[in-house]
Structures are given as structure tokens and as C-alpha cells.
């Protein structure tokens, strides 16, 4: 009697745990709000949408693409850094009104990081990622996970992340 009631709890503990998983893991792509505070100039950045998922995407099907848009929500004025990728089959670039900034890429597999972009107070840009499912070759078939990091002088970068599963 005493191993089917531990039996029942651990069924119950991996249920929960797997429950758990699902409820947050399903987050990524739904709307959350992230705030950069630029504590050198005052400036805030916020962004609806940190996290995205491409879903099933063909390893053969070209480069795909999502904007995320960030605005300045505050009075102050905020300034972009350095842009970085976490991978060389990740790029960004940057739009603000008809200007246009990189492509920005991983450190040291690709042309310049600094970006030296001033957002104005209530402006909004738009960081546009792109994914090379074949980058990697057929070892990259699987979920990937990539991120872009956007250095405002915050304590912590602006992390902008996605997640793809590449398929044959």
C-alpha cells in the first residue's frame, strides 16, 4: 500500500513538473513587456515582444525574418551601442524612420558592432532578425535558440531572443 501512494505522488510531482514546463515554456512568443533603464542618460526602452517562435521552419526554406519593435517611453533620450548576435546564422539590423543600421552580427564573425544610434523620447524602431536555418548544415537540424543584444550603458544589454525548430 505504502509504494502505491509514492507511486501516486511522483506521478503527480511529474505531472506538475511537466505542466509547469508547458505553461512557461509556452510564453515565448506571446506579448511580454521588458524595460531597459539607461541609467547614464535616463532614457527607458521598452518592447512588447522579447521572445518568438518561428515554429517548424525547413532547413531548405531560405532565410526568415521577425521585427520586434521598441519605443522610448520615456523623456529622455537613449542611445544604442553596440549590436550583437549570438551566432553568425543570426543577423540584425536596425530601422529607425528611412534609416537603416547594419547588418550586425556575432562578435568577430562579422563587420562593425557599434551601432551609435540616439532613439528620441517616444520614438520607435525596429530591430529586424534574421535566421539562416542552413547555416549550420544538416548538424543544425533540431531547436535552436538565438538572441540579440543591444547595449543602451544599462547595467544589463537588451536581450532579444527566438527560438526556431529546424526542420529536414
Same mark, same amino acid.
Given at each position: 500500500m505504502n509504494n502505491i501512494k509514492t507511486m501516486a505522488l511522483s506521478l503527480i510531482l511529474f505531472a506538475?513538473?511537466?505542466?509547469?514546463?508547458?505553461?512557461?515554456?509556452?510564453?515565448?512568443?506571446?506579448?511580454?513587456?521588458?524595460?531597459?533603464?539607461?541609467?547614464? *542618460?535616463?532614457?527607458?526602452?521598452?518592447? #512588447?515582444?522579447?521572445?518568438?517562435?518561428?515554429?517548424?521552419?525547413?532547413? #531548405?526554406?531560405?532565410?526568415?525574418?521577425? @521585427?520586434?519593435?521598441? @519605443?522610448?517611453?520615456?523623456? #529622455?533620450?537613449?542611445?544604442?551601442? @553596440?549590436?550583437?548576435? *549570438?551566432?553568425?546564422?543570426?543577423?540584425? @539590423?536596425? #530601422?529607425?524612420?528611412?534609416?537603416?543600421?547594419?547588418?550586425?552580427?556575432?562578435?568577430?564573425? *562579422?563587420?562593425a558592432s557599434r551601432a551609435n544610434i540616439i532613439v528620441n523620447s517616444g520614438e520607435k524602431i525596429i530591430v529586424k532578425a534574421t535566421f539562416d536555418p542552413a547555416a549550420h548544415g544538416p548538424a543544425g537540424i533540431g531547436m535552436v535558440e538565438r538572441a540579440i543584444f543591444i547595449d543602451t550603458g544599462a547595467a544589463e544589454p537588451l536581450t532579444l531572443t527566438f527560438k526556431v525548430n529546424v526542420t529536414p
Open positions: 506538475a513538473v511537466i505542466g509547469g514546463l508547458v505553461w512557461f515554456g509556452g510564453k515565448n512568443g506571446r506579448s511580454q513587456t521588458a524595460t531597459i533603464n539607461n541609467e547614464a *542618460s535616463g532614457g527607458i526602452l521598452t518592447v #512588447k515582444e522579447i521572445n518568438y517562435d518561428f515554429g517548424d521552419v525547413g532547413i #531548405k526554406n531560405g532565410l526568415i525574418d521577425h @521585427e520586434y519593435i521598441l @519605443e522610448n517611453a520615456s523623456d #529622455k533620450m537613449v542611445k544604442i551601442g @553596440e549590436v550583437s548576435t *549570438s551566432c553568425m546564422c543570426t543577423s540584425a @539590423e536596425i #530601422k529607425t524612420g528611412d534609416k537603416k543600421y547594419g547588418p550586425f552580427g556575432m562578435p568577430g564573425h *562579422s563587420g
